[in-house]
């Protein structure tokens, strides 16, 4: 709901300035500057109360509690007046216990119940505003977003019933191609008189069912869809459900009663481009019928008529693939050469097949569900999975740290908030319950997700006071901390930028002691991401001047450094098999590196930009957000086959290869309404889980299924 005010609040002073109305402007300034519900913000309501109490100002303290119960919590209803009251009660108690030091309130003393108190009373009013009804004015962004998702929905329905269209319609295309109308010719067959027709007139029952009955064409039509081609060719050893199988229609030759006048003279039917002439046709005809009775000159010319009819019917469009069967069972094709009709069984067979093959190549992943956790209120930094992949810590640009689970359901463990802004988050390995948390202002705090509470606060120094990267080494007894001074703000945009001074620090997690400052040739920068490799003996860098530095942590030196990006590097991983290193910069280059080679490149590719950021989260009347990279922008599966990279829309996966491209797209994870800025890939569990965290503080966690072949 703040978002919303302040967004309302900026439309209607862009208002007042496109009407003249400078002093009702100067008025609006005034009021919003003495709002005393703060643009309905939670934190700035917390930050006024701790300012009253801190100044020791009782009475002020009194007087905005007694405001913001006439004007907001006097709404609501009876069942929550006894928890309204504790609020109250606890409020005046902090303002005590920061005043007088008594025994008898020892118990509210401690660091413990403060930071209870203020997450009780954050939440509390965060519900509140949610749950309060909103003025027409203010609803307008909910509005815009339920068009948004009704017209997406709209243009996947238009899809769905294009595409159910579409298949009908080819559906029907088969169907016209394969039960076409049969000429008089088959259905007055037995009138002919013949006695050479005994096949034909034996299957006089079907053939007459045809006309009033389309069950007729499905007895010969087969289950599955193959590609276009020629019909195979049967042998007499094949059996007649087989030969039946493939049959476009009745067989419509005239084969004599004995044996050896078919085998010595076939009769085969002329295509459209065949150039046989009527006289030859009739000339077979009577040399077939020889060892027979000489026909009558009437029934003669119904002969040469129904060959005539048969001629017509295989030179109409589209035409079809023609078969002889003989008494001995054997089917030949007819037209062999390139300009061969397709066989309507063949077609049905390949567009069915088409239909339901589903893709080419074999996925890799089978996405099996994908659920979103939605406890944070503004885009999200850092998302990371533990070593054990129980839990999973997330921090938010305001400063609020969820840590929850997902398994056996999502659930929230605790919540941690912050009076300075943190910038870095990262699992210490052993114990996996220890959180490191980077701040701004110079120090790193080791929380105890458990218990709760803080168990040190490192001061690290005061000169560089953005703590941007944290690596806990694998056996858990120390951990990388980078250090950057602030940067330098007011700079002209068409002046080159200089990377921010940095220092590369060691501690140790025990004593919770600096044990040594890491010398940056050729100097002093900020580092952006550090790693290391599984046994803690070499750590990777990426700095803000582009060069990737790999040091020896059993000399504590630098092993090699080259220059890797034009830009900043963003984010660094060794490989699986450790001989490698991956790396995406500010350049937009996904990298692979051979570390046994300095600066050697064993693969390239380009990626797009909103993979490797900076982000953009457009809004309405131009508002635009930008967020530069923080958290890790791609992670590797448990076999290091394959990457999970950021998108506008979700994550996508692609499998790595030797070859050009180096990266080949194999599935897109989707979900997500604003461009993701962080992923994490955790492979601790049979099905390996994917999390993907966007710019308006939601995070999909999808679970996948690996194809093994």
């Known amino acids: 709901m703040g978002s919303a005010v302040e967004r309302t609040d900026e439309h209607v002073r862009e208002y007042l300035i496109y009407r ?3 002093s009702t402007l100067k008025h609006l300034d ?3 500057k003495a709002d005393k519900e703060k643009g309905f913000r939670v934190d700035k309501i917390i930050d006024q109360l701790q300012q009253f109490v801190q100044s020791f100002d009782l009475i002020g303290l009194k007087e905005y509690w007694l405001y913001l119960d006439r004007r907001l919590l006097c709404r609501l209803e009876d069942v929550y007046r006894s928890t309204v009251n504790k609020l109250r009660t606890s409020l005046y108690r902090y303002y005590v216990i920061n005043t007088i030091q008594n025994p008898a309130f020892s118990p509210y003393f401690s660091r413990q119940w403060a930071d209870t108190f203020l997450v009780s009373l954050h939440n509390f009013l965060s519900v509140l505003f949610q749950c309060m009804p909103q003025p027409v004015l203010l609803s307008f962004d909910a509005e815009v977003q339920k068009t948004t998702s009704l017209t997406e929905e709209n243009e996947q329905l238009c899809q769905l019933l294009f595409a159910l269209q579409t298949e009908s319609r080819d559906q029907r295309e088969v169907d016209e191609m394969v039960h076409h109308k049969l000429p008089v010719y088959v259905q007055n067959m037995d009138r002919l008189g013949d006695t050479e027709l005994d096949l034909v007139s034996s299957q006089r029952p079907v053939s007459t069912a045809t006309t009033t009955s389309r069950n007729f064409f499905s007895t010969f039509l087969p289950q599955g869809r193959r590609t276009l081609g020629k019909l195979p060719q049967f042998t007499t050893g094949s059996s007649p459900s087989q030969v039946a199988g493939c049959r476009k229609d009745l067989p419509i030759n005239l084969p004599a009663k004995p044996k050896e006048a078919v085998q010595a003279n076939e009769v085969k039917p002329v295509s459209s481009q065949a150039s046989t002439s009527e006289p030859k046709s009739s000339q077979s005809q009577q040399s077939t019928n020889q060892p027979t009775n000489q026909p009558s000159r009437p029934r003669h010319k119904k002969i040469q008529e129904h060959e005539k009819e048969r001629k017509e019917l295989f030179s109409k469009p589209p035409p079809q693939i023609l078969e002889k069967k003989g008494e001995t069972g054997e089917v030949e094709l007819l037209a062999e050469t390139s300009s061969e009709p397709p066989d309507p069984c063949s077609y049905s067979r390949s567009y069915r097949g088409a239909e339901g093959g589903g893709l080419s190549t074999e996925q890799s992943f089978i996405k099996l569900s994908q659920e979103e956790y939605g406890e944070h209120h503004s885009s999200i930094m850092h998302c990371r999975v533990d070593c054990s992949g129980r839990r999973v810590a997330s921090l938010d640009v305001d400063g609020v740290i969820k840590v929850w689970s997902f398994n056996p359901i999502m659930q929230t463990k605790a919540t941690i908030m912050s009076k300075s802004p943190l910038l870095s988050l990262e699992w210490a390995t052993k114990p996996d319950r220890l959180l490191l948390l980077g701040s701004g202002v110079g120090t790193v705090r080791l ?5 709760k509470k803080n168990l040190y606060e490192m001061n690290i120094d005061e000169t560089h006071p953005r703590i941007l990267s944290l690596a806990c080494s694998p056996s858990g007894s120390s951990f990388v901390c980078s250090a950057a001074a602030l940067s330098l703000s007011g700079s002209v945009e068409s ?20 044990q040594l400052q890491f010398s940056l040739e050729p100097e002093p920068v900020a580092i952006n991401c550090t790693a290391f490799n599984h046994n803690g003996n070499l750590l990777v860098t990426g700095a803000a001047d582009g060069v ?55 693969s390239e590719q380009v990626l797009p930009q909103d993979a490797t950021g900076p982000f953009i989260l457009s809004g309405y009347s131009g508002y635009k957000q930008v967020q530069v990279p923080r958290g890790r922008l791609f992670a590797f ?31 897109s994870l989707g979900g997500h309404k604003a461009p993701v800025v962080t992923v994490d890939w955790c492979s601790a569990v049979d099905c390996g889980t994917c999390l993907t965290a966007s710019m308006d503080g939601k995070i999909k966690l999808s679970t996948l299924l690996a194809q093994k072949s």
Request: with cysteine; aromatic share 12%.
């Open 20 to 22: 003249g109305f400078t």
């Open 447 to 451: 929380y105890d997700t458990d218990a």
């Open 495 to 514: 002046a080159p930028r200089l990377p921010v001074s940095g220092q590369l620090l060691l501690w140790d997690t025990k004593t919770v002691k600096q």
């Open 637 to 667: 599966d448990s076999e290091g086959q394959h990457i999970l990279t950021c998108s506008s829309n979700g994550g996508l996966i692609y499998r790595l290869t030797n070859g050009e491209p180096a990266l080949e797209s194999m599935l």
């Open 30 to 32: 005034t009021d919003i």
């Open 548 to 602: 990737i530095r790999l040091f020896d942590m059993q000399r504590y030196e630098s092993a090699m450094s080259w220059r890797a990006h034009d830009g900043e590097v963003y984010s660094v991983e060794f490989s699986y098999d450790e001989n490698t290193v991956f790396s995406i910069g500010e350049d937009g280059k996904f990298i692979q590196w051979n570390i046994h080679r300095c600066g050697v490149k064993q």
